[in-house]
């Protein structure tokens, strides 16, 4: 049985929540979260009953060595999407992050490494950021277009319509 959207997020708060201060406790993550103790305390059954997390008696809360390994996945996953939503479509670092955290639990694993395949072929170009994303830009804060400047045109491409597409 695979984790909820929720579990996942308990999961990566407590890796990001280590990594900043070593430790974690179940208010800490009743503040983030957003929510009272009990409901923390709920979902926390979840992640340990699944070998994730380990907790002392009324402490602090560690991962295993597997809930480890599935939050740094989790959270590279939302930084990846995240990356993707700012670089390529432009989104404010807010908007990407909110958005990334949303999408972040229904992405199959094949979507994202398309989302990583592109980012880096867009990276890697050797003239710097294709003119085609800087037009997408452009046409998203202003909803204009530029006249075709292809060097090479593909026979039949006789630049950009003018009708409206849905």
């Not at 049985?1 to 990594?19: C, N, S």
């Not at 208010?27 to 709920?42: E, F, H, N, Y």
């Not at 590279?76 to 990334?100: T, Y």
Request: proline residues 4%; aromatic residues 8%.
């Amino acid at each position: 049985m695979e984790l909820t959207a929720r579990g996942e997020d308990y999961l990566k708060t407590i890796y990001k929540l280590l990594k900043e201060r070593k430790v974690v406790r179940v208010k800490d993550l009743s503040v983030i979260m957003k929510v009272r103790a009990p409901t923390v305390v709920g979902a926390l059954g979840s992640l340990k009953s699944r070998g994730y997390v380990q907790q002392e008696p009324y402490g602090y809360l560690t991962l295993t060595e597997e809930g480890n390994a599935v939050a740094a996945r989790l959270a590279e996953k939302e930084v990846s999407i995240r990356d993707f939503l700012r670089e390529v479509l432009g989104l404010e670092e807010e908007e990407a992050e909110s958005n990334a955290c949303a999408m972040e639990h229904y992405v199959s694993p094949v979507c994202l490494e398309r989302f990583l395949a592109f980012i880096r072929f867009v990276d890697l170009c050797e003239w710097g950021r294709p003119r085609w994303l800087e037009q997408f830009r452009l046409f998203v804060e202003t909803g204009e277009t530029r006249p075709c400047t292809c060097t090479q045109r593909v026979e039949g491409c006789e630049g950009p319509k003018k009708e409206n597409r849905k």
